[in-house]
């Protein structure tokens, strides 16, 4: 399988700040990574899809950027409702896989 | 607009099986695949497998090999997810998401269900 390595597993921030969570598969793996939020208590929700493509309804705060093994999401402008727990997801080799997960909290 | 919802929480005993179903609406089941996706608590996210209704087949992680079976019933737009042999391992939250299957692009989860909690107990 391939491993998805996230990076930090835990962020302080304060509201208004810029943070940045890394991804690095094991693997190549193209732009077949997927951004998840989830909230305590709640399903997962997609963010970003190939890597770059912000799912319809995301705030525009959210970007992703990569290829290949490394990847980035960042936050610009951090909002209350920001505060979560952050997964990427590779697609490109079945057994699907998920980083586990960078905790964005508040400072 | 797809919205999926799960059956309820479970208790079973060690050994038993539980079956969690996903019901879609305003969804044909057609061009999508539904995975599995547990969460043991305070945990990440762990990718079970899909179930493909167009087709009737499924694809399992290695890890859930034999032990997994995971069904569409697209007549009534519901999947099934059967876990057999629980141990307290298998103490998790269960939600199925709808997959993107399209040809040349990556798979995403979206929507997910509510989430059902098993618990293993004794």
């Known amino acids: 399988d391939i491993q998805m390595t996230q990076s930090p597993t835990t962020l302080s921030a304060s509201v208004g700040d810029r943070v940045t969570i890394t991804c690095r598969a094991s693997?190549?793996?193209?732009?077949?990574l997927n951004w998840y939020q989830q909230k305590v208590g709640q399903a997962p929700k997609l963010l970003i899809q190939?890597?770059?493509t912000l799912q319809s309804g995301v705030p525009s705060r959210f970007s992703g950027s990569g290829s290949g093994t490394d990847f980035t999401l960042t936050i610009s402008n951090l909002q209350p409702e920001d505060f979560a727990t952050y997964y990427c997801q590779q697609s490109y080799i079945t057994s699907w896989t998920f980083g586990h997960g960078s905790k964005v909290e508040l400072k | 607009q797809v919205h999926l919802v799960q059956s309820g929480a479970e208790v079973k005993k060690p050994g038993s099986s539980v079956k969690v179903s996903c019901k879609a609406s305003?969804?044909?089941?057609?061009?999508?695949?539904v995975s599995w996706v547990r969460q043991a608590p305070g945990q990440g996210l762990e990718w079970m497998g899909e179930v493909l209704p167009l087709y009737g087949t499924s694809n399992y992680a290695q890890k859930f090999q034999g032990r997994v079976t995971m069904t569409a019933d697209r007549s009534t737009t519901t999947a099934y997810m059967e876990l057999s042999s629980l141990t307290s391992d298998d103490t998790a939250m269960y939600y199925c998401?709808?997959?993107?299957?399209?040809?040349?692009?990556?798979?995403?989860?979206?929507?997910w269900g509510q989430g059902t909690l098993v618990t293993v107990s004794s």
């Open positions: 305003g969804d044909t089941f057609r061009s999508y695949a």
């Open positions: 190939a890597a770059s």
């Open positions: 693997r190549y793996i193209s732009n077949y």
């Open positions: 998401a709808r997959e993107s299957i399209a040809s040349g692009v990556p798979n995403w989860f979206d929507p």
